[in-house]
């Protein structure tokens, strides 16, 4: 079964500084990894994806995720925050195209002026 | 890009009634689509998947005969909350998958209220 953790139910960061959430998953498959961010009240925008060809994956708004096999992690990093960047992210986990998501518990991002 | 449009966004409801969700792709087939359920400060979880055409699957602990989906197009999934009760309250999200284009595209989302 898949499961995905993600360390932090809440994390500040100053504007400006570097952002990071933590997402470590479990998967019997190789797996296919999921970044999404959810304003209040609002569906899912997707901000990246891992689908095994890079392990470092560019995506929207300056963010990027690097997979890393051995650690079982896909953690979420962007050099210098946004005030606009406050919201839940959500790592999730899927088994492959066309497969449902198994999503991690969130993470809510604060930032603070 | 792909547009899922989800109605309603908001609604409230008496117990006891029914309630629809409509998610519909715009541009798109939508072959599969997942429905999900978020409850406050909550991760989102699977309730069920559908295919067009077929008969949905539900996840452990989802009552089939209380949450009624319905995919009869590849354009249109609904979702029915029957005899709806307090705890049915929840932000229900369906995800629709491309495979022409493999992409999932999520609803806006409708917040259900029972009162």
């Known amino acids: 079964a898949q499961s995905v953790t993600q360390l932090g139910s809440h994390v500040s960061v100053s504007e400006g500084a570097l952002v990071l959430l933590r997402c470590n998953y479990s998967?019997?498959?190789?797996?296919?990894l999921f970044w999404y961010v959810q304003y209040p009240n609002q569906g899912l925008q997707l901000l990246l994806k891992?689908?095994?060809?890079?392990?470092l994956v560019k995506g929207i708004n300056g963010f990027e995720a690097e997979f890393k096999k051995s650690e079982t992690s896909f953690h979420l990093t962007k050099p210098s925050a946004h005030m606009s960047d406050a919201a839940e992210y959500f790592c999730?986990?899927?088994?492959?195209?066309?497969?449902?998501?198994?999503f991690g518990p969130g993470t809510r991002l604060s930032v603070l002026p | 890009g792909a547009v899922v449009s989800q109605h309603p966004s908001r609604v409230i409801c008496k117990s006891g009634t029914s309630v629809k969700i409509e998610c519909r792709s715009l541009?798109?087939?939508?072959?599969?689509m997942f429905w999900y359920r978020q409850f406050p400060k909550q991760s989102l979880m699977l309730m069920a998947t559908s295919n067009e055409g077929s008969k949905a699957t539900y996840e452990q602990g989802v009552e089939k005969d209380k949450f009624l989906i319905n995919h009869a197009s590849l354009t249109l999934s609904t979702l029915t909350v029957t005899s709806a009760h307090p705890e049915d309250s929840s932000f229900y999200i369906c995800?629709?998958?491309?495979?022409?284009?493999?992409?999932?595209?999520f609803g806006s989302g409708t917040r259900l209220t029972v009162v």
């Open positions: 999730a986990v899927s088994e492959g195209y066309g497969q449902n998501f198994v």
């Open positions: 998967s019997s498959v190789p797996p296919y």
């Open positions: 891992y689908t095994s060809a890079a392990t």
């Open positions: 995800s629709a998958w491309d495979r022409e284009n493999y992409g999932y595209t």
């Open positions: 541009d798109f087939q939508a072959t599969t």
